[in-house]
Each structure stands twice: as structure tokens, then as C-alpha cells.
């Protein structure tokens, strides 16, 4: 998506922390639903944390539940996703997502592609062990 700015990725061992924000405009920031998902190769897209912008209520996977934290800065239009006690197992591509549908991060939901709302290019996260 375009106007969507993603940062933070990067190389870390297991037990590190990373933390990765999403800049969008006012309007693709404002009532919607913001988060990321990630995908590593040869996996299929899996949804990671959500947040909603206006009640901030949040989501998160079972797999990064204790460990991920997600949250916003309302006056920068900003998300952010606060990686902790990282694990190998956490390498992927993760994309900034918009019009994201909070269910993603159930690991029951069949999510199709609309599913997850419209992305960013992507930062990558890899953690060694």
C-alpha cells in the first residue's frame, strides 16, 4: 500500500528483542484496524498481533501471546510491535498490514487474501538461535 512506512526489522539471536513500527496517513489510520502478519518461505501467511485504532482493543496470535506487544501513538498515525524473548521459529517477512481482520491471528481461521487488508513491502526479521 502506498503511504504505508514500515521500519525496525533486522537481525537478532534467540531471546532478543526487535521492535517494528508502521507509519500511515491520517485517513488509512483513523477507525481502522491496523497489525501485521508474517510469512516465512515455504509457510503459508500467518496472522501475528492486530489493534483497533479507536478503542484499542488488541489481538495476538497464541503463538507470540506474553511475548509480542502491540500498540499505537495516535499523533503519528503509528503502530508499533514490541518483539520480546524472540525465537528461531519467529524468522519471517512481516508486513504492516491495513483493513486488517483481527481474526487472522486465530490459527483456525481459513483467512483468505482479502482477509488481510491491503500491506506494506515487508521488513525482515531474523532471528538465529
Known amino acids: 500500500q502506498e503511504n504505508m512506512a514500515e521500519s525496525g526489522g533486522g537481525s537478532v539471536e534467540a531471546g532478543g528483542s526487535l521492535k517494528l513500527s508502521c507509519t500511515v496517513t491520517?485517513?488509512?489510520?483513523?477507525?481502522?484496524?491496523l497489525g501485521w502478519f508474517r510469512q516465512a518461505p515455504g509457510k503459508k501467511r500467518e496472522g501475528v498481533a492486530a489493534?483497533?485504532?479507536?478503542?484499542?482493543?488488541?489481538y495476538y496470535a497464541p503463538s507470540v501471546e506474553g511475548r509480542f506487544t502491540i500498540s499505537r501513538d495516535d499523533s503519528l498515525n503509528t503502530v508499533f510491535l514490541q518483539m520480546n524473548n524472540l525465537k528461531p521459529e519467529d524468522t519471517a517477512m512481516y508486513y504492516c498490514?491495513?483493513?486488517?481482520?483481527?481474526?487472522?491471528?486465530?490459527?483456525?481461521?481459513?483467512?483468505?487474501?482479502?482477509?488481510?487488508?491491503?500491506w506494506g513491502q515487508g521488513t525482515l526479521v531474523t532471528v538465529s538461535s
Open positions: 498490514a491495513a483493513d486488517l481482520d483481527p481474526l487472522v491471528v486465530l490459527p483456525t481461521t481459513e483467512a483468505g487474501p482479502t482477509d488481510f487488508g491491503t
Open positions: 489493534i483497533r485504532t479507536g478503542a484499542g482493543t488488541t
Open positions: 491520517r485517513a488509512t489510520y483513523v477507525g481502522n484496524c
